[in-house]
């Protein structure tokens, strides 16, 4: 675990419960401190497409193959499902009324509100805060252009902010409101830590995987 202690001095945080009320129809809700969870809705789309195909293609080796035989080859669609969840259905920016919990595929950071100076938004969205530190969003990745048609043959390429990132920037701006001068508390410290399941399910269903293939072709 990792604590960036580099604060801003006479910058303060304040317990707020209306970093919910951000305008928007994208996110769900997780907790009933009035958190909400955003992911692109395509992440969430793939990976469950992908864990449901890898579904079926288990459910059909279990029905067609040899008991001994499908043992090894559960592997692949186990890996592929795994896979999916670590890169498209794990990575969420988790938002909370003073701060944003980024959960990426290892790491994860929780950062309070009072700590970030900018939300960089040219390669995906990446959070920049009072210490230089820059913490990428993988969930968010910024579309940032939109094709747009006008007439029969000729198309126009315009700004567009998705949804999930206007609701990052609208809780910061909430508590950015609400915050006082003359509130209680430091501005808390950004908090790092490293998640080891995520690589060692995938490494280990790879390894099935694999042996399921070498089984398959000895075959």
């Known amino acids: 675990m990792e604590h960036d202690d580099d604060h801003t001095s006479g910058q303060e945080s304040s317990p707020l419960g209306r970093g919910s009320g951000t305008p928007g129809q994208t996110g769900r809700e997780s907790g009933r401190d009035g958190s ?28 067609q193959v040899p008991a001994t035989a499908a043992v090894s080859m559960l592997g692949l669609p186990a890996f ?45 969205v990446t959070l920049e805060t009072d210490s230089g530190k820059k913490i990428g969003v993988w969930a968010l990745p910024n579309s940032g252009r939109r094709a747009r048609r006008e007439g029969l043959s000729r198309g126009v390429v315009e700004e567009h902010t998705p949804s999930e990132i206007e609701r990052l920037e609208a809780a910061q701006r909430v508590w950015l409101q609400a915050d006082s001068p003359g509130g209680t508390g430091g501005s808390g410290e950004v908090i790092t830590e490293v998640r080891a399941l995520p690589i060692a399910l995938c490494a280990l269903t790879a390894v099935w995987a694999l042996w399921g293939l070498g089984f398959s072709a000895a075959l």
Do not use: E
């Open 36 to 63: 909400l969870d955003l992911r692109t809705s395509s992440a969430a789309t793939i990976g469950w497409v992908a864990i449901g195909a890898a579904a079926v293609v288990a459910i059909l080796i279990v029905l």
């Open 80 to 124: 592929i499902a795994v896979l999916a969840w670590t890169c498209y259905l794990r990575p969420r920016a988790t938002l909370r009324p003073d701060g944003v919990l980024v959960i990426n595929i290892v790491r994860t950071y929780d950062v309070p509100f009072a700590r970030i100076v900018d939300i960089d938004r040219r390669l995906g």
